[in-house]
């Protein structure tokens, strides 16, 4: 009897998802616990495990498609008790290593997205498919063009005149348009944002840092710690801790609006922004006063390798009493951080560059970091804010403080 594939709960108050893509064809044989297709949240992507090994015999929702907690997605055949591995070696045929090379090169390929719905509901693989696109792409009219080369019609012997369309596929020009819908998760973040701007009263305050002595400390005790930590030591676990202390000192960053109410938290849930293949979210370290510098640094490069593989669980996403969000990672140099919802404030980080600066009367060459923080005004005052930033570059210039809380 087929083991139905249904959508689970993936968080709280979600009632339906996006298929994000099936890992498996129709036909395709599968272990237990392997992953058959992803499913896009308003807060995360996860994967649907096979519950037992078998084959994957229906696909009742497509990518892009929605489906309800609960709702069945496909079907699995499972494998017969009696089937032997000899049994299997047989069923299974012999892939000549010619026939394996274009899968190892199918990655390589980039497919565009309408493409990729193509590809899977006429149940294609990458590899099977022509581009013609610019630099190799991968369209949908060479999906379809594929589909209609393989139908019967075109195999018929009143079809055997060669077809122009097949013989020389007509060059992209470069001007093509591709209209694809919004990911769940896209509409999700675009909604809070929009959200952000218009529920909140934003402002933006900015200050320098000379990140010189971290880098010194870094230098001196980066290869020990990583000897001993199994981890590099970077500079978020040196915010993190800089934001801590600000952050105690200046209450009204740790807290958010409730109703007509204040609500101050006393215990500091650190969200962290990482890239990943889907875009920035935005993981939390909890309790983040009780973690060590390299607590700091493996959870952060925990979230990062995670969040590449779409692995990250949906209750890491949630909550958090304060953000940063590092674009110098990217190669920003200045930007204004928007506050994620219900928090009071976000620091953003920027690159570092090497800048002349005005020191006890001489001018020298510095490595300098422009720092933003964005606050919500209606609980926190542009004093508050300024101090809070300013406080942030007193320890971050003279991290011994962190140490000593001085």
């Known amino acids: 009897m087929p083991i139905e594939l249904k959508v689970p709960e993936v968080g709280e108050s979600i009632t339906e998802v996006e298929i994000g893509g099936w890992l498996k064809s129709c036909g395709q044989s599968v272990r237990k616990d392997e992953p058959l297709v992803t499913l896009e949240s308003e807060k995360a ?93 991968i369209l949908k009219e060479d999906v379809l063009r594929r589909v209609e080369a393989a139908s019967p019609s075109a195999q018929s012997p009143s079809s055997q005149a060669p077809s122009p369309a097949l013989e020389k596929p007509t060059p992209a020009t470069g001007r093509e348009e591709e209209v694809v819908p919004m990911s769940r998760l896209r509409r999700t973040v675009a909604e809070r944002l929009v959200a952000a701007q218009n529920n909140a009263a934003l402002l933006t305050t900015f200050n320098e840092v000379d990140m010189s002595n971290v880098m010194a400390l870094r230098k001196e005790y980066g290869e020990g ?30 807290a958010e609006v409730r109703d007509t109410q204040i609500v101050y938290h006393n215990y500091y849930d650190i969200g962290v922004a990482v890239g990943s293949g889907k875009g920035l979210v935005v993981p939390v370290l909890r309790n983040a006063e009780r973690m060590s510098f390299a607590e700091v640094e493996v959870g952060i490069g925990d ?39 219900p928090q009071s404030g976000v620091l953003g980080l920027h690159g570092i560059q090497e800048r ?38 007193e320890v971050m210039e003279n991290p011994a403080r962190m140490l000593l809380e001085i």
Do not use: W
Request: net charge positive.
């Open 303 to 341: 979230f990062g390798r995670r969040a590449k593989e779409n692995k990250l669980k949906v209750d890491e996403l949630q909550g958090g009493t304060f953000t940063i969000s590092n674009g110098g990672v990217y190669g920003s140099l200045l930007s204004t951080p928007i506050v994620n919802p």
């Open 45 to 137: 992507t996860v994967e649907l495990a096979a519950p037992d090994s078998g084959t994957l015999s229906q696909v009742l929702k497509q990518k892009g498609a929605t489906a309800k907690v609960g709702e069945v997605i496909g079907y699995l055949e499972k494998s017969g008790p009696a089937e032997t591995e000899t049994e299997k070696s047989k069923a299974q045929p012999v892939v000549p290593k010619t026939e394996k090379q274009p899968a190892a090169n199918a990655a390589e390929v980039r497919i565009m997205p309408a493409a990729e719905l193509a590809l899977a509901e006429h149940h294609l693989r990458p590899e099977d498919v022509q581009g013609t696109g610019p630099g190799g792409r």
């Open 356 to 393: 002349p600066v005005a020191r006890e009367g001489n001018v020298v060459i510095r490595s300098m970091m422009y720092i933003a923080l964005t606050y919500d005004h209606r609980v926190v005052d542009g004093r508050e804010a300024v101090s809070f930033l300013k406080r942030i570059k």
């Open 225 to 254: 710690f990583q000897q001993k930590y199994q981890v590099k030591l970077g500079f978020m676990s040196f915010f993190v801790k800089a934001c801590i202390d600000a952050l105690k000192q200046f209450p009204a960053l740790n």
